[in-house]
């Protein structure tokens, strides 16, 4: 059975950095797609970073470009979330989402709906 889990949500002032993980402790199925999310209180859940695990493309919000790296692990189903230059207005609770028979296009990735699993979560506090 699936169970994807996140680690490394921490508190941090404006400017610092912070690495979020993301694996899969249960049967380790081949994920085609993973991706990161976030949530803010009163918001919408929106997509943050993802990444083709065949190719290693990965793909950004315009509002974390060039600031958030996603990269794959050793290990099958893991992936990374480096976040550099930390904003007051990326607090938010990071979840982990994978596809396990991808989707078309992949420019689509953002959407919720393209994911066949979830996280729990792990919340990130950036104070200013």
């Known amino acids: 059975q699936v169970h994807i889990v996140e680690s490394g949500g921490a508190s941090v002032q404006a400017g610092g950095s912070l690495r979020v993980s993301c694996a899969d402790s249960?049967?380790?199925?081949?994920?085609?797609?993973m991706a990161w999310f976030r949530q803010a209180p009163g918001k919408e859940r929106e997509g943050v970073a993802g990444?083709?695990?065949?190719?290693?493309?990965?793909y950004y919000a315009d509002s974390v470009k060039g600031r958030f790296t996603l990269s794959q692990g050793n290990a099958k189903n893991t992936v990374y979330l480096q976040m550099n230059d930390l904003k007051p207005e990326d607090t938010a609770t990071y979840y982990c989402?994978?596809?396990?028979?991808?989707?078309?296009?992949?420019?689509?990735?953002?959407?919720?709906?393209?994911?066949?699993?979830w996280g729990q979560g792990t919340q990130v506090t950036v104070s200013s």
């Open positions: 990444i083709y695990t065949r190719d290693g493309d990965t």
């Open positions: 249960g049967y380790p199925v081949s994920f085609i797609f």
């Open positions: 989402a994978a596809s396990r028979y991808g989707f078309s296009p992949l420019s689509t990735w953002y959407q919720t709906r393209r994911y066949d699993y």
